[in-house]
């Protein structure tokens, strides 16, 4: 009997994970810090006509894209003359599960059932869980769902439970925790005793499939325009929708559109926190998540993270709680459509972004994700005045996370914050380098952490050299 101790699993955390994904990371690594970031993608055994094609078998893919008209003009009733793009949204929510996580579980699903495992495991509040649950169901394999959901008092989030029970409708054992550290050892644990394959977002498989949804908006912009769009907002967590994204519109050809990155400002919570847990109302897109995982990857579930925001990421912005819920009221009320938070996010980041655009540029939201009564303002909102939350109609940029949400007045108080790239970059450096001995690191690690970070060498040469003197 192997010792299933926390201390025992976490220390076979390589041996488990290299078993449940097929990969051996170690084979691409090199240098004192570096490694093959393209040689991971090489890793996918499928072309990309054949991942299109496993995903349009999938019931996943080619999904609508619409001009927001209503929400143009309302931009432009606020923005200079001349300006205000025309906004445009990409509707994952039209994919079998209702994100566009489906993209990321289709070809990661597929790939389990081609090697022969007998199930996939998923850690995740939810929406990934819900996308390999449902490939899972029509591939014929099991699934898990290890979702992290309750406070220490056995509270939990009404989107999170609602993603368990739509995870339980595609017939998946959900398997729900408490948070804190045993998220990891008992997805960990039960990769080793079930044998299952780890459909991790953060997989090459992840990745590759999120590309066809940025080939998808530059084809489909490009085809009805005739040109590719100037800018795509992308709601970003962990950074597989962003990086896959980017890596499809780079694939189509539209190198120049500019990629930014949107996450709702939760500054000052800690996620792993027991009493912070239940004071977030957006359980994923926020920066909880997306500021660690710029500028330290390779905190996930695999050895080496194929997401790599920095690599692709032109800017990053955040957007309060309360712009996202008034946001996702006048989606509804000037669009028909209802639509979920993340998506509402990048949303949210784009009206804001569009009143500096030329009016003849086109920006697009490259998702949106299901609605449904857990993930309706209207629960979030209650569920936040029950853990003491002060919700009111003001000025969003004086809402304290944790404290308040406030919900703007006019239409007009919707600003995006910027965040500064170049802090993101000099922290990437270093963490990454937290560990070595700078003067140790040779060229092949110089040019690894440019790569990363899109800098010159001189400039990483630059960072490193401060921080030595530290």
Not at 144 to 171: T, Y
Not at 356 to 368: A, K, L, R, S
């Amino acid at each position: 009997m192997k010792d299933m101790s926390y201390k025992a699993v976490m220390g076979r955390k390589n041996e488990i994970m290299k078993a449940a994904v097929g990969i051996d990371y170690a084979e691409m690594e090199y240098g004192k810090i570096g490694f093959d970031y393209e040689a991971l993608m090489g890793k996918i055994p499928y072309s990309f006509e054949e991942i299109r094609q496993i995903l349009g078998e999938s019931k996943v893919g080619n999904t609508p894209l619409f001009e927001l008209k209503n929400l143009t003009k309302l931009v432009r009733s606020v923005s200079e003359k001349g300006k205000g793009a025309r906004v445009f949204v990409k509707d994952e929510s039209a994919n079998c599960s209702g994100s566009f996580k489906d993209r990321r579980a289709a070809l990661s699903v597929h790939h389990a059932k081609k090697l022969g495992y007998k199930g996939a495991i998923s850690a995740t509040s939810g929406n990934y869980g819900a996308a390999v649950a449902s490939q899972a169901s029509q591939k014929g394999i099991k699934s898990i769902v290890v979702q992290e959901v309750f406070d220490s008092k056995k509270v939990g989030q009404p989107e999170i439970l609602e993603k368990g029970r739509k995870c339980e409708a595609f017939n998946s054992e959900v398997v729900q925790l408490t948070a804190g550290p045993e998220l990891f050892y008992v997805f960990l644990k039960l990769l080793e005793e079930t044998g299952y394959f780890n459909s991790s977002l953060y997989s090459p498989y992840g990745i590759a499939g999120v590309e066809t949804l940025g080939y998808e908006i530059a084809l489909e912009i490009m085809e009805r325009e005739g040109r590719f769009p100037d800018a795509v907002v992308v709601t970003h967590a962990g950074g597989g929708n962003l990086t896959g994204t980017a890596r499809g519109l780079i694939r189509a050809g539209a190198k120049s559109t500019k990629v930014i990155g949107a996450s709702v400002n939760l500054k000052g919570l800690h996620m792993a926190s027991d009493e912070d847990f239940n004071k977030k109302s957006f359980t994923t897109g926020h920066t909880g998540f997306g500021i660690p995982f710029v500028t330290l990857p390779d905190r996930s579930d695999v050895p080496r993270n194929a997401a790599r925001a920095l690599r692709y990421m032109d800017r990053y912005v955040t957007v309060n709680q309360g712009e996202v819920f008034y946001v996702t009221q006048a989606l509804a009320v000037l669009e028909g459509l209802e639509r979920g938070p993340a998506g509402n996010t990048s949303l949210a980041a784009a009206l804001s972004i569009a009143r500096e655009m030329d009016e003849d540029q086109i920006i697009v939201v490259q998702e949106t994700e299901y609605t449904g009564a857990g993930k309706h303002p209207t629960a979030q909102l209650t569920f936040a005045k029950k853990n003491g939350i002060e919700i009111k109609r003001g000025n969003p940029i004086e809402e304290v996370p944790g404290k308040s949400i406030i919900i703007p007045e006019t239409f007009g108080q919707i600003n995006a914050k910027e965040i500064d790239m170049n802090k993101l970059k000099r922290s990437y450096v270093k963490n990454a380098v937290a560990n070595v001995e700078i003067s140790e690191l040779g060229r092949e690690d110089i040019e690894f952490l440019a790569k990363e970070c899109r800098l010159t060498e001189a400039e990483v040469e630059t960072i490193l050299s401060e921080l030595s003197k530290l």
